[in-house]
Nanobody, 116 residues
Framework: VRLVESGGDLVQAGGSLRLSCAVS????????LGWYRQPPGKERELVAF???????NYADAGKGRFTISRENAKNTVYLQMNSLTPEDTAVYYC???????????WGQGTQVTVSS
């Protein structure tokens, strides 16, 4: 079971990044592909998730700025982040699970740093 995130970087406020998470085929079929983040000194929090059927859900912090998508042919889930602010600075984690009642599988995280 592998989830490999990429795309984290240092970016200036107002900039954009696209995170990618390559998911091993055996678990890509699970219902929910999601992105979480953990800001420095804070708890891990949901950013967004997308279901097998394409239904998306966003936390308030990312609404209107972030877009989650999935490319089934590549077993990959993306997070497009626009209009980044320093408050978006965090380690971003990919997660795959069948439902919100489960912990599921986690990637190793990718660092996003937004400078002011």
């Amino acid at each position: 079971v592998r989830l490999v995130e990429s795309g984290g970087d240092l970016v200036q406020a107002g900039g954009s990044l696209r995170l990618s998470c390559a998911v091993s085929g055996s678990i890509f079929r699970l219902n929910m592909l999601g992105w979480y983040r953990q800001p420095p000194g804070k708890e891990r929090e949901l950013v967004a998730f997308i279901t097998r059927g394409g239904i998306t859900n966003y936390a308030d912090a990312g609404k209107g700025r972030f877009t989650i998508s999935r490319e089934n042919a590549k077993n990959t889930v993306y997070l497009q982040m626009n209009s980044l602010t320093p408050e978006d600075t965090a380690v971003y984690y990919c997660n795959v699970r069948e439902s919100l009642n489960e912990n599921g599988f986690w990637g190793q995280g990718t660092q996003v740093t937004v400078s002011s």
